[in-house]
């Protein structure tokens, strides 16, 4: 269940108006209006029933002003912001559930918690732009959605291990922002050394992993790994529709094991040239996995304290989405788990440039030394 919060500057009648396009465009995403139900065989599927989406309506007695434009730290508990179902329903079985919480200065926020096996980021993002579109009163979404789990390659899979081992972390969360002359900078030097070019993903996961293998303190023979998903789509042309519109699952786990003394030594651009290494890997490892060509399964995920897993949510759609009054001054996720250190990739909120560096990915005892050395990278 990812969870997040979408906050907009004004709107006329936002939760009315976000309701009765929600409506319409469930007709379309229709699995979303569904119930996730078990099945004989152990499998879940989920139950067209057209029983809707969970939807609440809030008000709240104050003005963005009042609470910082709702930047972080948060000055309201996101638990007000996100949907809360009845006692009568099981939040596990709710593909997707939406709260409009409107402010007394016309802005609004969209707390919103959809479940990442009906959709990846992208397919989601999908999903909540094509509500906009009709918001703003176009008939039907500008794409045409497509499921089809189906035809996503499922290779056979490796005899089960037993269940996967959740370990309890005591994680603590910070936000940092990082300047664009700072990511410019290494971009440069990096376009300097290698004569290619960087993303700024690269550039911030480098810097984010980097400072977290230093903090960590381990062995400098033992190895540290960095996890991100990486969309597959371009890999599936001649399966996925040519004019686009899947909104299921497509990627792939993108894994990078490196020796901690050598991450923890490297100059920013040596760490961002191993990431970029590991990418370039993506299409031969995926047309491996996908004729079953594997020993060990991509997906079956490894959470231990040395592993480091990213998302970023700057190129899914959510920052373009438009109910008729412009688009969100910021986007906050909440995709954070006690079992997995995790880093999420954003933007600060409008008008201000840069990147920001949402984390949960350090216990207490190297929480100093992390936001030391991720300094140098901070505003």
């Not at 979404?141 to 899979?157: F, G, L, M, Q």
């Not at 020993?295 to 959510?318: A, C, H, I, N, Q």
């Not at 600060?348 to 300094?375: D, N, S, Y």
Request: aromatic share 10%.
């Amino acid at each position: 269940m990812v969870r997040s919060l979408h906050v907009f500057k004004h709107g006329r009648e936002p939760a009315r108006v976000i309701k009765e396009a929600l409506s319409k465009v469930l007709v379309q995403y229709h699995p979303f209006a569904g119930r996730f139900v078990d099945c004989e065989n152990g499998d879940v599927r989920v139950a067209c029933t057209g029983e809707g989406a969970w939807f609440v309506e809030a008000t709240a007695n104050c003005s963005f002003e009042d609470v910082k434009c709702l930047d972080l730290p948060l000055m309201i508990s996101k638990d007000e912001l996100l949907p809360l179902p009845s006692p009568d329903f099981d939040p596990m079985n709710l593909p997707l559930q939406m709260q409009v919480t409107e402010f007394t200065c016309g802005g609004f926020v969209v707390g919103l918690i959809s479940v990442h096996t009906i959709a990846d980021g992208l397919g989601a993002a999908q999903f909540v732009n094509a509500i906009g579109e009709v918001a703003r009163g176009l008939p039907t979404p500008t794409v045409d959605p497509v499921w089809a789990p189906e035809i996503i390659p499922s290779p056979p899979k490796l005899p089960p291990d037993g269940p996967p081992v959740l370990p309890a972390f005591k994680l603590l969360y910070d936000t940092m922002d990082v300047s664009l002359d700072a990511i410019n900078e290494i971009k440069a030097q990096y376009l300097e050394h290698t004569g290619q070019r960087c993303s700024t993903f690269d550039v911030a996961i480098a810097k984010l992993w980097r400072a977290r293998t230093r903090s960590i303190q381990l062995d400098p023979g033992a190895d540290v790994h960095l996890c991100f998903f990486a969309n597959a789509r371009h890999l599936l042309q001649q399966v996925l529709p040519a004019a686009g519109g899947y909104y299921g699952n497509c990627f792939y786990p993108v894994a990078v094991t490196a020796r901690s003394g050598h991450v923890a030594a490297a100059e920013h651009v040596d760490v961002v040239k191993i990431i970029r290494d590991a990418k370039a890997g993506l299409p031969g490892d995926f047309a491996k996995w996908a004729t079953g060509d594997f020993k060990e399964d991509p997906y079956e995920l490894t959470f231990t304290y040395d592993s480091l897993f990213v998302s970023d949510w700057t190129r899914l759609g959510f920052l373009d989405v438009d109910y008729g009054w412009g688009k969100p001054l910021h986007v906050i996720p909440f995709a954070y788990f006690d079992f997995m250190a995790v880093g999420i990739i954003g933007a600060p909120p409008a008008p201000r440039k840069g990147t920001r560096i949402m984390t949960q990915c350090v216990e207490k005892e190297h929480m100093e030394a992390f936001l030391e050395e991720m300094k140098s990278s901070a505003v």
